[in-house]
DNA sequence: TATTGTTATACTCTATAACTATA
DNA sequence: TATAGTTATAGAGTATAACAATA
């Protein structure tokens, strides 16, 4: 097991509003600056959210996978959140010293672990997906009518430009951890 | 004069793609991290786009914002991005280092440096901004009629998350570096 | 031979705090 | 006393490479 995991939070960048009279240029007309722009005010927000339960989206997102995926492999929790086999190590030692998650033997393959909540974690997710869903809902809300619009050209989105940057999606069989290989 | 900036641009992320199978939970009702999918998505093709010219979409921004603000102090910058002052000391190190910037006396304030872009970082700037232009409208295009929308609906979001982290903004006056306080 | 998790290490980005020069 | 830039340092996040155990 590592030793090196982290134990703080932070918040990483400051507040990204545009500046009156600065000239911006083509950024304005950029979408990915729009979204860039999003992103920065919506995890600052987060944290505002979440205040004093010293989680980022990162860890919010982890939690929420294993408490639905119960036992599920840490390279799958890597492949989940786009991260390196090393970086899930990391994540998975620092819900473990939150005394949020653990590591049990994976009777199907030993060299692996199957994760899994803690009765604390599960607590602590229960009062987090509060503040969350209660955050996105706000959000929403300020939105008005274009929100769902807005969530599901998103989901379009990312779509759209993946299939631009891999014009021919992987094959390669996304296996679960209660899947056995095809 | 610092020297301790860095000379590589790296992709932070892997692909943050559904894994098939996986339970997502909250996490597929949530604008945040439609959000934040839409935007892995972009960054990874982002590189893509401008392969080979080692610009992160942050040190484009910053291309951008002294090109068309000649003479722009460091802190007008940092402030600009959404960083601390030392973080935009990084970026003007780097941006020297490529020879795309170069601080000059400001005339003004002998406490401040006035940021300028060479001829070879005009040069630079115009190949990017091409491509990234590109880049942005392959992604519209992909979206169809609903991508105008989109990058309006995604700065109404950045306004209203900012309102509700900031219920009263801050009145600080906002000083560009060619107009004088107030 | 390939996969899983681990260890060690390095690099990037960001921040804080203390310092210098100037306002 | 406050501001602009710098320096030094630290923390968090990510990656690569090599390794042991297992498949």
């Known amino acids: 097991m590592s030793k090196t995991a982290s134990s703080q939070a932070q918040v990483p960048e400051g507040l990204l509003l545009p500046v009156p009279g600065l000239d911006y240029g083509v950024l304005d007309e950029l979408l990915g600056y729009a979204l860039r722009r999003a992103q920065n005010a919506l ?12 989680v980022s989206p990162q860890r919010f997102a982890a939690l929420v996978l294993v408490a639905r995926n119960p036992g599920m492999r840490q390279g799958l929790l890597a492949q989940a959140m786009g991260l390196h086999r090393s970086g899930a190590l990391r994540l998975t030692d620092w819900l473990t ?75 390669k069989p996304t296996k679960t951890d209660r899947r056995p290989k095809p």
């Open 43 to 54: 995890y600052l927000d987060f944290y505002r959210a979440t205040e004093g339960l010293d």
């Open 97 to 171: 010293e939150q005394g949020w998650a653990e590591r049990r033997d994976d009777p199907s393959d030993a060299r692996s672990w199957g994760l899994h909540l803690t009765a604390h974690g599960r607590r602590t997710l229960a009062k987090l997906e509060q503040l969350v869903r209660a955050h996105d809902q706000a959000l929403l809300q300020g939105l008005g009518e274009r929100g769902s619009a807005l969530k599901a050209d998103l989901e379009r989105l990312a779509w759209v430009a993946t299939a631009a940057a891999q014009p021919i999606p992987p094959a």
